[in-house]
C-alpha cells in the first residue's frame, strides 16, 4: 500500500514503528502510554468503528475535555479515515444538537460527565449511528458502547487501507456571528501549514519519509507538549497534533474542569514538559502569579517554548515569565481556525516584542476592503490574507464560504476579517475582528488595544472593551475590568491611565466592575455577554 507523508494516519503509523516503548505518546498523571500501546489501542478503536458501521469519509464528534482518550480517538479517528468534529462542551442542548446535526456527525466520542446531556438530545439525533462513551465503568448506557472495550478488543495490528492527504478534519468555529461554522482541512493542507511554520523556527522541515523519520529521531520523539487551553478550540488542538505527529508525547492535566495554574507548574516538574500552548494572559497571568509567590519551587529547566493565540498577550506578563524561565522562547501566534501563520512574534531573554506586534508571515499580505494592496507604512488598516496552504472552505455553507475565501489577482486567500497595521519594515499591528470594531464621533477604535492599556494598571486583572449606543458618540467606547485581588480603583483613574497610553478618543467614557468577564475556557472573550452586563449595568435597553 502507498503510504501519505501527508495523511494523518500513516505518519502516526510509521511513528509507531520506530518508536519503542520507552517512548512515551500520552501522559495524564501517574498514567503514561507509549507510542506502542497507543498505537494498538487506537488500531483497535479504528477498527472496531470500521466494524460498527462507520465509513470512511464519516464525521466523529468529540463531547470531551483534555484527556488521553481525546488525542487517542484523534489517532483512531485519523486511521479510520473519519473527519473528526470538535465539539464545545460547555454547550447546552439547542448548541449541542446543533452541531452535531449540521456536521453530519455518524459517531460521538462523548465523557461520561456529559451523559445526561447526551441522554437529553440524541433522539433528536438519528444521523448518529455511534455512541461511545469515555471514563465509565464499563457501564454504558444501552445506546452507546463503552470506549475501554474497544481500546482493548483486537490485536491492536494497523489497519489495511489506503488512505489520502484529501481526508479530512474540521474544526468547527464560533465565529463572531451566526452559528458555529465547521472549517473544512484536509490532511495535506494543514501539513503543509504545519510544516511552514516548522520551517520558520528549524529553518527547514520534513518533506520526506527519510527526513521525518530523521526529524522524530533527532527533535521529535523528545517533546512533551501541554496544551493547557482546551483540545476542543484551535490553538490546543494544532499546537498538539503537530507534536504528536512528529513523535512527541501530549501531556494533559489532571484537573480536566479548571485550570489550576499549580498543577501546570508541578506538572512540568514532574514529566519534563518542553512546550505548552496557552491563550494570552488569561492563563500567562495566573501562572506567573504562582511562579512569583514562590520562585525557584519548580524545576523549569525542561521547557524550551510557550505558544500563545487567539488573544493579546502582554509584554509585561511575557518580561515576568522569562524572568523564571530566561532559556523559553515565547510565540505569540496570529492565526484564525481559518488560517494559520499570519504572524509570530517570539520574545526570548534577548528581547521583548511590544504587545500585538507581529512579523507577517510568508504566505500573507495585507488588503483594504476592496481588495487592493495595503502599503507598508501608509498608517491604513488594512485586512490580513493568508494564501498557499489554506483550507476547503466552511462544510455546508457556501456563501460565507465565498465571503472568507476569496481570489484576488489569481491567488487563493483566507481572509477571516482580522484587521492590522503594517508598518515599512513588514512587521504588522494586530487592531482586531472588524465585527467588534467601535465606531466613536467617525473613529475607528479596536477594542483589544483599548483591553491592553486597561490591564496594563496594576489593579487591573482583565479587561474587554465593548461599544454601547450614545447619542453624543454614536458608540461610547466602554470597558469592563475584573480586577486583582484585594485591589481598588477608581473609574475616573482608570480612564485617565489610558490616556496616558493612547488617544484620548480611545479612552473609555465609562469602566464597569464585574467580578467575572466570563471567558471561555480557551481564554476568547464573549462580547456578546460582556455586551449586555454593560447594557444591564448603565440601564440601556438592549
Known sequence: MAKSIWNFGDLLD???????S??????????????????????????????????????IGFYLRNQPEYVEGLAAAFKARLTQVNVNYRYLDDEL????????????????????????????????????????????????????????GGDGSPLEIDRSPDDQMFLYTGGTTGMPKGVMWSHGIWREANLDGLKRIYGAAPETWEEHRAFVQEVGKHGRQLPACPLMHGTGLFTALGAFLMGGAIVTLENKKKFVPDELWQTVDRHGVTAMAIVGDAFAKPMLAVLNDAPGKYDLSSVASITSSGVMWSHEVKQGLIEHLPQVALMDSFGASEAVGFGMSVTTAEGIIETAKFEIGEHCKVFDENGVEVEPGSDKPGLIARGGAVPLGYYKDEKKS?????????????IPGDWCLVAKDGTMTLLGRGSNCINSAGE???????????????????????????????????????????????????????????????????????????????GKADYKSIRAFAYDALGIEG
Open 444 to 522: 475607528k477604535i479596536y477594542p483589544e488595544e483599548v483591553e491592553e492599556a486597561l490591564k496594563e494598571h496594576e489593579a487591573v486583572r482583565d479587561a474587554l472593551v465593548v461599544g454601547i449606543p450614545d447619542d453624543k458618540w454614536g458608540q461610547a467606547v466602554t470597558g469592563v475590568v475584573e480586577l486583582a485581588e484585594n485591589a481598588s480603583v477608581s473609574e475616573d483613574e482608570l480612564k485617565a491611565f489610558v490616556r496616558t497610553r493612547l488617544a484620548a478618543y480611545k479612552s473609555p467614557k465609562r469602566v464597569l466592575v464585574s467580578s467575572d468577564l466570563k471567558r471561555a475556557p480557551n
Open 97 to 152: 444538537s446543533y452541531i452535531i446535526d449540521n456536521s453530519d456527525s455518524a459517531v460521538v466520542l462523548y465523557d461520561i460527565e456529559f451523559r445526561d446531556n447526551v441522554e437529553r438530545v440524541r433522539e433528536r439525533l438519528p444521523k448518529v449511528k455511534i455512541w461511545v462513551e469515555v471514563g465509565g465503568a464499563g457501564d454504558a448506557p444501552d445506546f452507546a458502547t463503552d470506549y475501554e472495550d474497544l481500546a482493548k
Open 402 to 414: 465565498a465571503e472568507t475565501f476569496k481570489t484576488i489577482n489569481g491567488v487563493r486567500y483566507a
Open 22 to 59: 520507552e517512548d512515551p505518546a500520552l501522559i495524564h498523571g501517574d498514567r503514561i502510554v507509549s507510542w506502542p500501546e497507543m498505537s494498538a489501542r487506537s488500531n483497535n478503536v479504528a477498527r472496531a468503528l470500521l466494524d460498527r458501521g462507520a465509513q470512511p469519509g464519516d464525521k
Open 14 to 20: 510509521d511513528n509507531a514503528t520506530h518508536l519503542g
